[in-house]
């Protein structure tokens, strides 16, 4: 007789047994979390687009806005197979909470495009984000949803959303409208060090993770799940801070060498052979035994669910520190807990992405340039005091860190419920 196989947790049911639990622990008020376990609205567009050879293809593309008591919706737009209500709604709902945890004028939304982008030209590309954006229309604004890039998605996709935008919008108005999306290249409005805010996050919270440890990450031997911006960037700064990077694992294969690999070369090599395998300094290595590596830090920083109760026993780091949304199921999650590994959750680990992307929309807003040194010091001042906020709340409830940075941010929204009441 076969054996009956598990199903797997989806994202949005792993975000709803967060929510649960840190809900239920603090006592959260019953009229707010009713408002807080759906969202306020889901978006879906269909639109064609026609392609370099002339054909037109029919896309679907999601923006779904889970809550906006902070301030206007906030978060990413991605392009990946794997991009559905489901998934947009489980990131949605994680946007609200590390909007709220980081201290923003926040809400969460995400969003996004159900396809492969490397199966589309450049010019493809171009209008296939120009035609989503005018089909979204004024379900996204500056004062009201305001997308950034995400999985696949980039500085100069961003420029054409806004673009496409403020064409929309009257001659007068233009120029009020810049800042609908952040992450947009440096010379379209867009902020000295937003491409490494993610990167650098991740690496200031194991910086504080390492300070409450009582050690140094000097020395410190880690491995990185995907190597696109918030990797590659959070190994350059792992790289200042003396770890040795050991193992890198994205959509092209799996390299290894426990005396250290190289992040510049290694992005280098990367950049100019589309896959990190045969990187001359490593060598390549079992996919499915990645999380097993020999080390003391893992960033998984790729999709969800990729750390769950089929891997989470072979784990040897310390710590993960989540670069990515989701990257830990919840079953995973009970084994890592078991066993005593840290994790620095993905709302407090992979939130200097939104931290910069409000530092850029107040930069647009208020007509200022930032300087990089700006940029940096306000950073690392969110991120710290954050971390810091999340420790204190575990010790006080006696619950592991996600618990605790979720309720910290859902505290910060019970407080403006209560304070301004239900409409009417």
Same mark, same amino acid.
């Not at 379209?188 to 491409?195: I, K, M």
């Not at 991120?383 to 941010?409: C, G, H, M, P």
């Given at each position: 007789m076969a054996t009956a196989v598990k199903p797997r947790v989806g994202m949005y049911e792993n975000v709803k047994n967060q929510f649960e639990k840190a809900a239920e622990l603090m006592g959260l008020d019953e009229s707010v979390k009713k408002i807080l376990s759906i969202t306020n609205n889901e978006i879906v567009v269909h639109f064609p687009v026609k392609m370099d050879n002339g054909t037109v293809e029919v896309f679907t593309g999601y923006r779904v806005q889970h809550n906006n008591a902070l301030g206007p919706y906030k978060g990413g737009l991605r392009y990946h197979p794997t991009v559905d209500i489901d998934a947009a709604r489980a990131l949605a709902t994680w946007m609200t909470w590390k909007t709220s945890l980081a201290g923003l004028p926040y809400g969460g939304g995400k969003g996004g495009i159900q396809i492969d982008p490397k199966q589309y030209s450049l010019s493809e590309l171009e209008r296939i984000t120009r035609r989503f954006t005018y089909a979204l229309g004024d379900n996204i604004g500056p004062e009201h949803d305001i997308p950034a890039p995400d999985v696949n998605t980039n500085a100069q996709m961003m420029a054409w959303i806004a673009d496409t935008y403020m064409s929309t919008k009257s001659p007068s108005e233009r120029s009020k409208n810049q800042h609908v999306v952040t992450g947009k290249p440096v010379g379209?409005? &867009?902020?000295?060090?937003?491409?490494r805010a993610t990167g650098f996050g991740v690496v200031?919270?194991?910086?504080?993770?390492a300070k409450v440890k009582g050690v140094t990450l000097e020395g410190k031997k880690y491995i990185v799940q995907g190597f696109g911006n918030v990797g590659y960037w959070a190994a350059h700064f792992m790289h200042k801070n003396g770890a040795i990077l050991v193992g890198v694992q994205d959509a092209t294969g799996t390299i290894y060498n426990p005396e250290g690999i190289d992040p510049e070369s290694l992005f280098r090599y990367q950049t100019e052979n589309a896959t990190i395998t045969g990187y001359a300094g490593s060598q390549d290595y079992a996919s499915d035994a990645f999380f097993g590596i020999e080390c003391d830090v893992i960033i998984p920083a790729a999709l969800g669910n990729q750390i769950t109760d089929e891997n989470a026993s072979s784990i040897k780091a310390q710590v993960i520190a989540e670069g990515a949304n989701g990257p830990v199921d919840t079953d995973g999650e009970i084994i890592l807990l078991e066993r005593g590994i840290d994790m620095i959750p993905d709302i $407090?680990?992979?939130? &200097?992405g939104v931290i910069g992307s409000y530092f850029e929309w107040l930069q647009n807003r208020n007509g200022e340039i930032w300087s990089m040194d700006d940029v940096v010091v306000k950073?690392? *001042? *969110? $991120?710290?005091?954050?971390?810091?906020?999340?420790? @204190?709340?575990?010790?006080?409830?006696?619950?592991?860190?996600? @618990?605790? %940075?979720? +309720?910290? %941010?859902? @505290?910060? +929204?019970?407080?403006?419920? *209560?304070?301004?009441? +239900?409409?009417?």
């Open positions: 379209s409005g &867009g902020l000295e060090g937003r491409d200031v919270t194991l910086e504080s993770w $407090l680990c992979n939130s &200097g950073l690392r *001042k *969110k $991120l710290e005091d954050a971390f810091n906020k999340v420790v @204190t709340t575990s010790v006080q409830y006696q619950t592991d860190w996600r @618990t605790a %940075a979720y +309720i910290q %941010a859902l @505290t910060r +929204i019970e407080m403006a419920y *209560k304070q301004r009441g +239900i409409f009417p």
